[in-house]
């Protein structure tokens, strides 16, 4: 991937705004006139492009903001909309009808869980779990009414990285989509130059990064996003989880210092985390030589933005989980939050929380103990200060330690 440079991508896009401003003008409008008629019967049905017909199907504002996201994912084109739920949803909608199956990770964000689990079979579209880092699960799950296989990047929480280029030929072969969430690593993974047909996001999470709205974006095809929006026929046209344009214009903003954040969000974790696994912590994070996927991680990832800004430590019980993350918030170490990828370090327990909606026996299958704590470390600027809270916190409750 040595010559697609995505933070290159985003800087060198211009978009200018009324009057020559530096940032676009942020489109204040639901509806648009139209000079002629039958101009606006063929844009309904799709006979002409470049018109903006009504802000639910496009809007100018989430156009640069779309923009930016095929850039940043290599994409051919890309639709924002108000959530990553919502790029979620709408995307196994417009793949799947009833009948057809999904195979997807086992170790995905709760969300996306619960809606394959439990939602969707109601219309008829089913899901098998597998471990998607184990490739021989993948193929043995897949049939003849498989339409999509789904994973993420780093799995959420547990930070597991799957062979992209593997899992899409698998995909090619079989004749499915592959569809992968790069929630947890813009800039970090290009999930659609190692062979992904779609690339989900939340943009509530690091590329945005300030903690303000939720918002999400879907990154494929030209052919696929135009599906997406088809007056008769789109999921995000017809079920309407559209972005609202002030969000929009903000996010677009600060999708030009992501470059900047990622690095500063790897280099505290990677920081945070050697120093912790030096203490006897059970670490997880991906930028460790103990991470299972550490090598893949290396071979995968653009250089300079290290393994992401998301660690794990396993703190065996939930009880200790529960007062290392009170100490830590009273020690101003972060928030006991959901949530991640802001400037601000965020930490949860997912077993009682983002991924609760998995059952019990599959979370401790997959080592999801209810002793983990989930760390989005923010761009504190001096992270030995941050390391020696952090000890403290631990003092506080092992003080025999
Ligand atoms: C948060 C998250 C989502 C859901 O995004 P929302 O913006 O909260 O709807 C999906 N996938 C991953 C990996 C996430 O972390």
């Known amino acids: 991937?040595?010559?697609?440079?995505?933070?290159?991508?985003?800087?060198?896009?211009?978009?200018?705004?009324?009057?020559?401003?530096?940032?676009?003008?942020?489109?204040?409008?639901?509806?648009?006139?139209?000079?002629?008629?039958?101009?606006?019967?063929?844009?309904?049905?799709?006979?002409?492009?470049?018109?903006?017909?009504?802000?639910?199907?496009?809007?100018?504002?989430?156009?640069?903001?779309?923009?930016?996201?095929?850039?940043?994912?290599?994409?051919?084109?890309?639709?924002?909309?108000?959530?990553?739920?919502?790029?979620?949803?709408?995307?196994?909608?417009?793949?799947?009808?009833?009948?057809?199956?999904?195979?997807?990770?086992?170790?995905?964000?709760?969300?996306?869980?619960?809606?394959?689990?439990?939602?969707?079979?109601?219309?008829?579209?089913?899901?098998?779990?597998?471990?998607?880092?184990?490739?021989?699960?993948?193929?043995?799950?897949?049939?003849?009414?498989?339409?999509?296989?789904?994973?993420?990047?780093?799995?959420?929480p547990m930070l597991e990285i799957t062979n992209i280029r593997e899992l899409s030929k698998i995909a090619k072969e079989n004749n499915c989509l592959l569809v992968v969430d790069n929630t947890f690593s813009p800039l970090i993974f290009t999930p659609a130059k190692e062979g992904a047909d779609v690339v989900v996001h939340s943009l509530t999470k690091f590329i945005n990064g300030m903690s303000d709205c939720v918002a999400g974006a879907i990154c494929a095809s030209t052919d696929f996003i135009n599906s997406l929006y088809d007056v008769n026929n789109g999921s995000t046209m017809l079920l309407g989880p559209v972005l609202d344009s002030i969000r929009s214009s903000s996010i677009l903003k600060n999708m030009k210092t992501l470059h900047i954040r990622i690095q500063q969000h790897s280099r505290n974790a990677l920081s945070l985390s050697q120093k912790l696994q030096a203490d006897g912590y059970r670490i997880i994070y991906p930028g460790l030589e103990s991470h299972p996927q550490n090598e893949l991680m290396d071979k995968m990832a653009h250089k300079n933005y290290g393994s992401g800004g998301i660690f794990v430590i396993d703190l065996k019980?939930?009880?200790?989980?529960?007062?290392?993350?009170?100490?830590?918030?009273?020690?101003?170490?972060?928030?006991?939050?959901?949530?991640?990828?802001?400037?601000?370090?965020?930490?949860?327990?997912?077993?009682g929380s983002t991924s609760s909606e998995i059952p019990e026996d599959e979370r401790m299958q997959m080592g999801l103990t209810d002793g983990l704590v989930r760390i989005s470390i923010g761009l504190d600027d001096d992270i030995e200060r941050t390391y020696q809270k952090m000890s403290k916190c631990f003092k506080k409750i092992w003080p025999q330690v």
């Open 317 to 351: 019980e939930k009880d200790s989980a529960n007062e290392f993350m009170e100490a830590m918030q009273k020690a101003n170490v972060g928030y006991l939050a959901v949530s991640l990828g802001s400037y601000k370090t965020l930490f949860s327990s997912p077993g």
């Open 1 to 156: 991937m040595s010559d697609f440079n995505p933070a290159d991508r985003i800087q060198d896009l211009q978009f200018f705004g009324e009057f020559g401003g530096v940032n676009p003008s942020i489109t204040d409008s639901s509806t648009y006139t139209f000079l002629h008629a039958k101009t606006m019967a063929d844009v309904f049905e799709g006979k002409v492009e470049g018109c903006y017909l009504y802000s639910r199907h496009w809007n100018p504002t989430n156009h640069y903001l779309s923009q930016s996201m095929a850039n940043l994912e290599g994409t051919e084109s890309a639709l924002v909309c108000s959530s990553g739920m919502a790029a979620i949803s709408s995307t196994l909608l417009q793949i799947c009808s009833s009948g057809d199956e999904i195979v997807s990770s086992r170790t995905i964000y709760g969300g996306s869980y619960a809606l394959m689990k439990n939602f969707i079979p109601k219309f008829g579209i089913t899901t098998k779990f597998v471990n998607t880092t184990d490739l021989t699960q993948v193929k043995s799950a897949i049939n003849e009414r498989t339409k999509l296989i789904y994973c993420e990047t780093i799995s959420n």
